[in-house]
């Protein structure tokens, strides 16, 4: 048993019950379902395999971490999937246009859950240099849920790295005691999310009740002219 091993029993050992100082290492005592959301964590953590999405330059970035220098496989990472139906983690790294937002959706909603979205770089949080571009989306969350930002352009490899470890941290505390935290059991079949529409420009279908008010307002001023 390693030592990391003996830190994980001794994050579930239940304080108020004394173990021998000989044996703490290797044995713990602990509730049923904090073992059982601790063991369903660390399993999930330790074999998330990411979608390989390279949108900009931040791709060269994020393939660097994947060499032998950086190796994310000691997250047991290794596996860059190209398929979203093998992959519950989407690392979008670089700039988003809207052209490139409606694919980016769909490939979204055919990951499996549990699934996670890393946004990585300053163009994928909030548009980074080319936010005022009339070709580019100022910011991945607005279309579809991000999990953890790493920010910089480029955030280096050991940056991913760390947003890597904020991502375990955030499964770590999910539990199978709150549904609000693992939304993938619920009794309902989760919905999947709008897909935009690419016109002369781009369109959320959520916000279509924003463009019906600035007609119906537009029509009413025009009639009352």
């Not at 496989?73 to 246009?97: K, N, W, Y």
Request: aromatic content about 8%; proline content about 8%.
């Amino acid at each position: 048993m390693t030592n990391s091993d003996g830190d994980f029993l001794h994050e579930l050992h239940h304080p108020d019950v004394p173990v021998p100082e000989a044996v703490r290492s290797v044995v713990t005592v602990t509730s049923f379902g904090k073992l059982m959301d601790a063991i369903y964590n660390w399993g999930r953590r330790n074999s998330v395999w990411p979608m390989f999405l390279g949108l900009a330059c931040c791709a060269i970035e994020m393939i660097a971490t994947a060499s032998s220098r950086f190796d994310q496989a000691r997250f047991g990472m290794e596996l860059l999937r190209a398929s979203p139906r093998q992959a519950d983690l989407m690392i979008a790294s670089g700039t988003v246009t809207k052209k490139m937002i409606v694919p980016i959706v769909r490939l979204y909603n055919q990951m499996s859950e549990p699934k996670y979205v890393l946004a990585m770089g300053a163009c994928a949080i909030g548009g980074g240099p080319f936010k005022e571009g009339y070709s580019v989306v100022s910011g991945l969350d607005k279309y579809i849920p991000v999990d953890i930002y790493v920010p910089g352009c480029p955030p280096t490899p050991q940056a991913l790295l760390y947003g890597f470890l904020m991502l375990h941290k955030k499964i770590d505390g999910q539990s199978l005691g709150n549904r609000n935290s693992v939304p993938w059991y619920s009794r309902t079949p989760g919905e999947d999310v709008p897909v935009p529409v690419l016109g002369p420009d781009i369109i959320d279908p959520r916000q279509a009740y924003l463009l019906r008010r600035a007609t119906t307002t537009a029509s009413e001023a025009h009639a009352s002219a």
